[in-house]
């Protein structure tokens, strides 16, 4: 038998071999392939009808709605960074990853994930400003101001996972390495290494801890703040009215750590590696879908503008 060799470090002769998800029979692919097709279409159309709606339509230059292209653009991206993958891997079997293109998924893949938390973090204070300083709103949150804290937000996560990635890539693999994953997630990377795993591993969870509840921290005191003017309400339709400005929001944020929450859970418990596997695709793909539906259906100005958009009169 030929002894297969483990290279003394990140080396890009490496191939990395996608296993997918490896007790799902093949005569499955074909079923899971169109279902991932006509989510990842969703994902497009959905997204892609927001960005046209607010761009088009002057009644929503507003600091919300420029948060929510921010959002829909990360959604489009962090989507087209696995998705694609994934369709090849179950339509036409191809399994196969270069060194330099494996990392630069998982580079790109945690990088946008991550931006969402920090974009949700920035919507949050735009609500909070809106509902607890009303009066200053206009002074506070000034186009130049809204371009800062964007660029900020995409600035802070595209820096982060730099030195994960990095190490990572230093790590020693096989001349084929087997990631059981349908992407290069980064610890599906990191196990598929002959290396030791445990600092690596040390690395990523500590950077997902920092991405992860920092942002959901800041996210919960922007809310308390909001809640507490709220009540200070003395009509119950102006509290309805408050809140409505928010549930959208909401319903965004509980959707983005719901999935978060499965992934981590997925991982950590004892339970089949296909269950790990899904958790982490159901954190890629659930919110993106979840995303335009929920704008569409619960801001009646994104609605009325996209209406206008498919069905001109």
Not at 75 to 103: E, N, Q, R
Request: net charge neutral; glycine share 2%; hydrophobic share 50%.
């Amino acid at each position: 038998m030929e002894t297969i060799t483990c290279n003394g470090s990140g080396d890009s002769s490496t191939i990395f071999y996608l296993m997918g998800i490896p007790s799902l029979p093949k005569c499955l692919f074909l079923p899971i392939f169109f279902v991932f097709f006509l989510l990842y279409m969703l994902i497009l159309m959905g997204n892609a009808l927001i960005l046209v709606a607010v761009v088009a339509k002057p009644s929503l230059h507003k600091p919300m709605y420029f948060f929510l292209i921010n959002l829909s653009t990360l959604d489009i991206l962090v989507t087209t960074t696995t998705v694609p993958k994934m369709l090849s891997l179950f339509l036409l079997g191809d399994h196969f990853l270069s060194f330099p293109a494996c990392f630069l998924q998982m580079y790109l893949f945690h990088s946008f994930s991550c931006s969402e938390a920090f974009i949700l973090v920035v919507m949050a204070y735009d609500r909070y400003v809106a509902i607890c300083c009303p009066l200053h709103y206009p002074v506070l949150m000034t186009p130049q101001t809204n371009a800062v804290l964007a660029t900020s937000a995409w600035l802070t996560v595209l820096l982060l996972p730099i030195p994960a990635v990095v190490r990572t890539s230093q790590m020693a693999f096989d001349s084929i390495a087997h990631i059981y994953h349908c992407f290069c997630d980064h610890l599906a990377v990191v196990q598929a290494s002959c290396s030791d795993t445990t600092p690596q591993t040390f690395m990523g969870f500590c950077i997902a801890m920092v991405v992860s509840f920092l942002p959901l921290l800041l996210v919960l005191l922007s809310y308390a703040h909001i809640l507490t003017s709220v009540l200070r309400i003395n009509s119950q339709e102006g509290r309805c009215k408050a809140f409505s400005t928010c549930s959208s929001h909401l319903l965004v944020v509980g959707t983005y750590y719901s999935s978060i929450a499965l992934a981590y859970v997925a991982y950590r418990a004892d339970l089949p590696l296909d269950f790990h596997i899904m958790g982490n695709v159901v954190f890629a793909i659930l919110t993106p879908v979840l995303n335009p539906l929920i704008y569409t259906l619960r801001n009646k100005d994104v609605k009325a503008a996209i209406t206008k958009i498919a069905c001109p009169q």
